[in-house]
């Protein structure tokens, strides 16, 4: 079980464990640097706790981390929310590598896990009866931290998935010797040898209805017992295990809807100081955006259709698809998209451009002089198929040299094929995933407060552009300090994996 001081950061489930009706189902996440987890971990001095200030090179380091383990894969008709435990807290962790994640409960007794969310991969999996898994504890996880490993033998409402289940899929079934054995899984990503294998096993992941009387769900799911990490998974990624969201029947919103605890649908939202929501079951409201997915029998995923874009006054000719993927931190476009836009961008600001770092991730950076207090932005906008308008409410990154002196970045990487809407370009949007009608919506939304419709990103100064204002200087002294070329080699090292 959990150490006393990963206790302190997993908020667990408190109430009493009986069944419900069928539900909506969300729950809170928290960007591990937010805000809200900050003063929630220095009010209780949480050991190990560490948080870099927004604007430095830690910050954007620890973003763009995660993408190095998993880039290389080329309201409902229930009465209400479910969600996941409310409230989750982090310490940094050097090898969690991830921008988002939630604290999932399973098992009987339950135990908690650290698992990463992501649309773009299908399978949830633990850590589970450990062959080649990361380690559970680490100088880099925090003082007296500890995580979990599954066992199905520590689970009394844990039960076999055999070869002859619908969810063990034609590929894992070749490695059956009979009907009866259990099912093997595994799961290639592209991204350096990365994988995880092992079997699939069902058992209970807890979830709460968010409604006037609250209650517990017991919902039987199917995962994988990885057995198995190879590659990022034993460095710098998801060491507690991955939740995949994707489109195939073995992901959790495939199966929750399938037992009618759910609509085949679900949202996630991703506020501007790094807190979050996802509902699951949430299809969203009349008043949103809507473009339809595409579709492509041999690769289900959440790819959409981009027909242009709008950078300032400018209107760009496109036609591509891209997928859209809370598994990447940045965003990355090919050409002939990505030079068009970029050099839109360039002609319209008014800072002078530096020269490019081979050390920086960024192409496209600018000096902030020492005396300005805001930045005059043009607005970005991508124009999707059927024509609604896809904003990009915070295209930059603000890095922090020292005190008073700045420079930003459009955070936009050069892909060599496949396009990829990554967590930067959902800044300050609720997207709805209908898996039902097969569409993407959205909507600028306050994150923290899911009853909170709002204007959008930044704030307006004039037509087509926005205005950010600049921070006051950072109280942290590690932010006094010169950028090193080692951070900005992690940028680059976290991202460039396409």
Known sequence: M????????????????????ASA?????????????????????????????????EYYAALAHHDRALRGRALAAASSDLSFADGNATVRLSSLGFLHYAIVSLGTPNMTFLVALDTGSDLFWVPCDCKQCAPTTSPDFGQNVSFNIYSPNASSTSKKVLCSNGLCDLQNRTSCTAEA???????????????????????????????????????PIVFGCGEIQTGSFLERAAPNGL??????????????SSQGLASNSFSMCFGDDGTGRIH?????????????????????SYMINITGATVGNDSIAAILSALVDSGTSFTYLADPLYTKLTQSFKAQVQ????????????????DVSPTQTTISLPEINLTTRGGSIFPVNDPIFLFSLQQNEYFYCLA?????????????FMAGLRIVFDRERLTLGWKNFDCSDTTKTTKGGMNSTRANATQVTMPKPPSNSSTQKKLTRSLFSLLLLSSTIL
Not at 2 to 21: F, T
Not at 281 to 300: C, H, N, R, W, Y
């Open 181 to 219: 054995s259990n099912c093997p899984y595994v799961v290639q990503y592209v991204s350096a040898n990365t994988s995880s294998s092992g079997i699939l096993v069902e058992d209970i992941l807890y979830l709460m209805t968010e409604d006037a009387a609250p209650q517990i769900i017991k919902a």
């Open 243 to 256: 939740f995949g969201l994707g489109m195939e029947k073995i992901s959790v919103p495939s199966i929750l």
């Open 412 to 424: 936009i990487m050069k892909s060599n094929g496949l396009n990829i809407i990554g967590q930067n």
């Open 25 to 57: 189902i969300g729950f809170q996440l928290h960007h591990r640097f937010s805000d809200r987890v900050r003063r929630w971990a220095e009010g209780r001095a949480v050991p190990g706790a560490w948080w870099p200030e927004k604007g430095t090179a």
């Open 351 to 366: 800072e002078q451009r530096l020269n490019p770092d081979p050390g920086v991730p960024f192409e496209f950076c600018f």
């Open 280 to 300: 699951f079951g949430d299809k969203g409201s009349l008043d949103q955006q809507e473009t339809p997915f595409v579709i492509d029998k041999s690769f289900a």
């Open 2 to 21: 959990a150490s006393p001081a990963l206790g302190r950061l997993l908020l667990l489930l408190a109430a009493a464990l009986i069944p419900a009706p």
